[in-house]
C-alpha cells in the first residue's frame, strides 16, 4: 500500500474525509471539490492505480464499487432521476489521484458528451 497515494491514507485514516459508507473492501466518501451536490468517490480499500491495472481477479471489486454507487444513488433519492458514474483513467482524462475511485454525481442536470 504506497505510503504517498492520498486515498490509501483517507483509508487508513491517516487524512480525515467525510465517510458515507465502509465495508471490509469498500469506503466512499464526499468529494472535497464537489461538482454536483451529490458527489462521493467510492474506492477500493486495496490500492489499485487506475483501471489500466485491473487483473481478472479484480472483477468482483469493480463490481461492488458500481453496484455500492448505485446504492448510494438510492438513498440520496437521486436514482430515479438519474445520476452519473465515472472513472477517470491517466491523465489526459482528468485522473489526479492513482487510486482507482468511481465518482458519483447527481443532484442536478447533466449534460452529454462532457468536457
Ligand atoms: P480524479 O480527478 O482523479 O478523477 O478525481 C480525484 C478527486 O479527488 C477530485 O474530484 C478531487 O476533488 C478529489 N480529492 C482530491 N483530494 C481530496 C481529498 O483530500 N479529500 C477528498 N475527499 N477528495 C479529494
Ligand atoms: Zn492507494
Not at 12 to 36: G, H, M, T
Not at 51 to 77: K, S
Not at 87 to 111: D, E, K, W
Amino acid at each position: 500500500m504506497p505510503s504517498d497515494c492520498l486515498f490509501c491514507r483517507i483509508v487508513n485514516r491517516e487524512i480525515p474525509a467525510s465517510i458515507v459508507y465502509e465495508d471490509d473492501r469498500v469506503l466512499a466518501f464526499n468529494d472535497i471539490d464537489p461538482q454536483a451536490p451529490t458527489h462521493v468517490l467510492i474506492v477500493p480499500k486495496r490500492h489499485v492505480a487506475s483501471l489500466n491495472d485491473l487483473q481478472p481477479g479484480d472483477d468482483a471489486m469493480v463490481g461492488e464499487l458500481v453496484r455500492r454507487a448505485a446504492a448510494i444513488a438510492g438513498e440520496r433519492g437521486i436514482a430515479a432521476g438519474g445520476y452519473r458514474t465515472v472513472f477517470n483513467t491517466n491523465r489526459g482524462a482528468g485522473q489526479t489521484v492513482f487510486h482507482i475511485h468511481l465518482h458519483l454525481l447527481g443532484g442536478r442536470s447533466m449534460h452529454w458528451p462532457p468536457g
